[in-house]
């Protein structure tokens, strides 16, 4: 059984998790708009990715016997000036998911919930590709700056992005 304060520690990651993967779907729907389809397959990947860490969280907190609430999703900014600023949004996002799933991991430490701490050390894990990826396509743009072509290419590239579906799911 789980503990009242892990589970609802578990809901809000688990509204956290579904409030990423709205904000990701609006940076693809705006960059989709832009005409950026590869910057918006991208997004769309994130946008994937996201639900499924909800849908982990909700997996694991109903196999301890927990109870799922499902909570309303805030609002998510609607635009950004350009590639570069929705990737450093994005790099700051997920800085602050990291600082939330650091904070569930020394949550179940603290109540000696290892099981809990097992399941989170998959997501330390993925928030450390996280950060780096978004890092990574920042310092990308910074080199393309105002090159067009270069921003095609890399349009192009993040077009060829496939969703995968992550481990915890894979035999669920």
Known sequence: MITPKIQDAIN???NAEFWSAYL???MAMH????????IANWF?????E?????EIFINYLLS?????????????????????????????HEQKVT?????????????HDYATRGKLDWFVSEQVEEEETAQGLIDRLKLIGDNGLALYMLD???????????????NA
Do not use: C, D, M
């Open 12 to 14: 809000a990651q688990i």
């Open 24 to 26: 990701y779907l609006a």
């Open 31 to 38: 960059f989709e708009g832009e005409g950026h389809h590869g």
């Open 44 to 48: 769309r990947i994130q946008f994937k």
């Open 50 to 54: 996201e639900q499924a860490h909800a």
């Open 64 to 92: 301890r016997g927990g109870r799922v609430v499902l909570a309303p999703i805030g609002e998510v900014p609607q635009s950004w000036e350009s590639p570069l600023a929705a990737y450093e949004a994005t790099l700051a």
């Open 99 to 111: 600082s939330l799933i650091n904070n569930l991991y020394a949550l179940a430490e603290s109540e």
């Open 156 to 170: 192009q590239e993040l077009a060829s992005r496939v969703y995968n579906v992550p481990a915890p799911l894979a």
